[in-house]
Structures are given as C-alpha cells and as structure tokens.
C-alpha cells in the first residue's frame, strides 16, 4: 500500500497533523513590540535632529514616524486579541506598547508647542534631545533582549532611566540662561517648551519602570 501525499507545506515528506490546519499560526507579539519600538526610535533621532537645528522637513519626519509607530501599534493590539498565548504577559505587552507610544505622543506635542510659541531649538534643547534619543534606543534594545536574556533587558533599562534624569539638569540650565535675558516673551515661551522635554523623559522613566517589571515578573 503507498504511503498518502506528503501535505504541502511539510519539507521534510512527513503528513502535519490534520488539526494543525483549524489552529492559526501564533503571531510573534514580541516582534510586533520590537517593530514598534524601531519606529519610535527613528522618530526620536529625528526629533533629536530637530532640537538640533530646526527645519520643517525633520519635524514632519517625526510626524511620519508617529504615525507609523501608531498603526504598528495598532497591529499589536490586533495580534493581542487573537493570541491564545503569548511567552510574555499580555497586560505587560499593552502596557510596554502604551507607554512607548507616549514617547513620540510628547516629542510631537513638543513640535506643535514650538510652533505655536514661535520658539527656536537651542543647545539647550539639542542636549536634552541627546539623551532622550540615546535613552529610547537603550529601551528598544532591551525589548530585543526580553525574550533571550531578561536580565540584559533590565540592564538596558537602568540605562535609559540613567540617562534622562540628567535631562532635569539640562532643564536648569537651560532656564538660567534664560533668566539671564531681559525678553519676558522669550523666557515664558523656553519655560514651556524645555518643561516638554521633561515630559518626555518622565515618558521614558515610565516605560523602563515597567519593562523591569516584565522582568522581574518572568524570574
């Protein structure tokens, strides 16, 4: 008696299962996260070029990379929904992708504030923006690690939280020299687009806070 047609799909001659074909394959949620967390990267060195020197061509690249880093949001909200399971906790992905999505919701806001303000970048703004871009690929690269090494991942996270408590500093400065002037227009309108810069290191603090947590709660 011959041996039944090995089922496409099987490399190998052997015939999968016939249950196999009512189960979807599991999408990857990490990858998913990592994907968005890539595009909020590229739109914080965008916006770090932005701080730098201005123009409006950087500025609607941070735009553009808010918008993508939305829908692959998006598509990991989807992919939560149908997973039957996933290798981290559900609640800790949403979270992780809720929180990183505030970080380019507060750089884009910042864009929107300077405009309205008519307020140029600085050094100020431009070293500030420094470590924020450097503290977001350090949060990234710990999502690239949650699933070989945790504790790499949390090491990743001490250093993006490390890198932008100095922003405070950076803030203090920044608002010194400005004291320094005498233009009442200018000192308000720096007050409130370097407190912006705050917020979005207060965005990044939040999100290392809680891929900590994902790692403590896999030990």
């Known amino acids: 008696m011959s041996e039944p047609p090995a089922e496409s799909g099987a490399p190998d001659g052997r015939r999968r299962p016939w249950w196999r074909a009512l189960i979807p394959a599991a999408p ?6 990592v994907a968005q967390g890539e595009l909020t990267v590229a739109g914080m060195d965008a916006f770090n070029a932005w701080s730098h020197r201005g123009g409006e061509d950087v500025a609607e690249d941070v735009r553009s990379a808010q918008h993508r880093a939305y829908h692959a949001r998006r598509e990991l909200l989807a992919a939560l929904q149908t997973a039957l399971s996933t290798p981290i906790d559900q ?8 929180r990183i999505d505030r970080i380019l919701n ?20 431009g070293r500030m923006a420094d470590r924020l871009a450097a503290a977001t690929r350090a949060l990234v690269a710990g999502f690239h690690m949650l699933r070989d090494d945790p504790e790499e991942a949390g090491r990743e996270a001490d250093l993006a939280s490390a890198g932008v408590h100095n922003v ?21 309108a720096g007050q409130v687009l370097y407190r912006r810069y705050l917020g979005i290191a207060d965005a990044i603090i939040a999100v ?9 709660r896999g030990e």
């Open 168 to 188: 405070e500093r950076d803030y203090r400065e920044a608002m010194a020299a400005l004291l320094e002037g005498d233009d009442v227009r200018l000192l308000l």
């Open 106 to 125: 507060e750089a884009r806001d910042t864009l929107r504030e300077a405009e309205v303000l008519g307020h140029a970048p600085d050094i100020h703004t």
């Open 91 to 98: 609640e800790d992905l949403y979270a992780l992708s809720e």
């Open 208 to 216: 290392a806070d809680r891929l900590w947590f994902v790692v403590l």
């Open 28 to 33: 990857d949620v990490v990858a998913l996260l």
